[in-house]
């Protein structure tokens, strides 16, 4: 969708609900995509909500984004502390992108403590669950709108 804020979900994103609720609770992505549209008509934005278990489809997205979105919202799960061809596309583009995890990576495994995307980032958002996906467009909106690109 032109003109609006991309929310891309990386591998695993899709069992939400079904395991781990003490790290990740119990709502599904489904849940949290029905509450960020709700929350993004509420402040007239538009949002694309998307989930890929594809490293390649991710870059994809991102690249898609920068020509279509006005900004990225990204829990990349897991590739986060892996992908460099996720931080290559980051920085390529031009649009804002905020990191966005539902758990707080730095208080788990220490595998979890690297991200390759902090660095080409606006922003971090983590360990809010599900509400952090309605943090991130609120944070979005306001950067947008002090960049006067909303
Ligand atoms: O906290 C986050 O949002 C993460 O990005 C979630 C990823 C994890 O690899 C990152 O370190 C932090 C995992 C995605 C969900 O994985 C599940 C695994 C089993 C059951 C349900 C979800």
Redesign the pocket.
């Known amino acids: 969708m032109a003109n609006a804020i991309y929310i891309i979900n990386g ?3 899709n ?2 609900g ?3 609720p003490g790290i ?1 609770g119990n709502g599904s992505l489904d849940d949290i995509k029905a509450d960020c549209n709700a929350f993004a008509s509420k402040l007239n934005v538009s949002i694309e909500f998307r989930q890929s278990n594809h490293e390649g489809m991710l870059v994809d997205w991102i690249q898609e984004a920068d020509k279509k979105a006005r900004g990225i919202i990204l ?4 590739y ?2 892996t992908s460099v061809a996720l931080h290559d596309a980051i920085r390529a583009g031009s649009v804002p992108v905020i990191e966005l ?3 707080n ?1 730095h208080a ?1 495994e220490e595998f ?1 403590h690297k991200s390759y995307i902090s660095p080409v980032a606006h922003g971090v958002i ?1 360990g809010f669950g599900g509400d952090g996906y309605l943090l991130a467009i609120r944070a979005m909106c306001t950067l947008l709108d002090s960049t006067n690109s909303l």
């Open positions: 591998p695993n994103l069992l939400l079904q395991r781990e990740y829990n990349a799960g897991a986060t502390h995890h539902l758990s990576t788990r979890r983590m």
